[in-house]
């Protein structure tokens, strides 16, 4: 009996079925299967009620799965105590990162992997952790706005707002906007959100602007590689245009004008059993990250 099988039982228990729990982990699902089934044959019970729609736990999944977790906690725990001893903590840490966010969040995690060699970093772009974090098997993800699922465990790393900004191109092609009202003269890109919402109301902390333009995308990259090209003005949170604000590749528009601001969330779901690996990340984030808020 190996801990990772046990591992896997609880992740399949979590997930609800074999094949997410394969998902989850880039298995096979007939490696997962085939594992579950070699555990119940060593515990010499039967964990789960197959059938051709669900899984379910038996009386003795039931009861064995919540004692387990006890005991993966603790055998984490003294794991975790080795590595402190050795000070080579070595694993692997899934992600969940924000999409265009690698810009600005890529030099912090070659920062760590410098200082921690031997973690492994297995980074994945989210826009729903309520989801993502179980279906892909994350140890934790990071997210911004509104906090959707309080069954998480939520550390906010910091607030950023949005900021109006064009190429020195574009400026120089169509002039500079000097109040809002000449904004709306010009071409602007706009966002389009996962619910089809079009994002050409852009809230200020003083009233909102009603723009138009003739390029509008649901990827945050074109909509930045547009801004960027000369193809309008957009509004978007620094950010998500690192070095392109870095390197004066965009210019800001208005800066007089302040945007509303969004906090950005470290998010995981539960505490028990938490990796050492995981949790050098978590906090070397959550001390690096906050110094991103100087870009707004």
């Known amino acids: 009996m190996r801990i990772e099988d046990l591992k896997l039982f609880t992740i399949v228990v979590k997930l609800g079925s074999f094949t997410a729990a394969a998902t989850a982990l880039d298995l096979p699902r007939a490696n997962v299967s085939r594992r579950i089934g070699e555990l119940e044959k060593s515990l010499n019970a039967q964990l789960f009620f197959r059938t051709t729609r669900q899984l379910r736990l038996t009386q003795h999944g039931e009861a064995y799965y919540h004692e387990l977790l006890t005991v993966l906690e603790g055998f984490e725990q003294a794991k975790n105590k080795l ?3 050795d000070d080579k903590p070595v694993g692997k840490v899934k992600v969940g990162f924000l999409p265009e966010s690698d810009e600005a969040l890529q030099p912090i995690l070659a920062r760590f992997q410098e200082q921690y060699p031997d973690i492994e970093l297995d980074l994945r772009f989210t826009n729903n952790y309520v989801t993502d974090i179980y279906s892909q098997g994350l140890d ?16 906010r790393l910091l607030s950023l707002g949005r900021c109006m900004y064009a190429s020195p191109e574009y400026i120089e092609k169509n002039g ?22 079009l994002d050409d109301c852009w809230d200020l902390l003083t009233e909102t602007i009603k723009v138009s333009g003739r390029f509008s995308s649901n990827h945050m990259g074109f909509v930045r590689r547009a801004i960027i090209g000369g193809q309008g003005i957009g509004f978007l949170p620094p950010l998500f245009a690192f070095n ?32 050492l690996p995981t949790r050098l990340l978590i906090d070397f984030l959550v001390k690096e990250v906050p110094k991103l808020a100087t870009l707004s």
């Open 83 to 85: 590595h402190d001893i």
């Open 140 to 155: 934790f993800a990071i997210h911004g706005g509104r906090i959707l699922d309080s069954g998480f465990i939520a550390r």
């Open 176 to 197: 500079m906007p000097k109040t809002l009202d000449e904004l709306r003269e010009h071409q602007c890109i706009c966002y389009r959100w996962p619910d089809g919402t």
């Open 244 to 275: 392109a604000i870095e390197s004066e590749g965009l210019v800001r528009i208005l800066p007089q004008y302040q945007s509303k601001t969004e906090d950005v969330w470290l998010i995981y779901p539960d505490r028990r059993g938490i990796s």
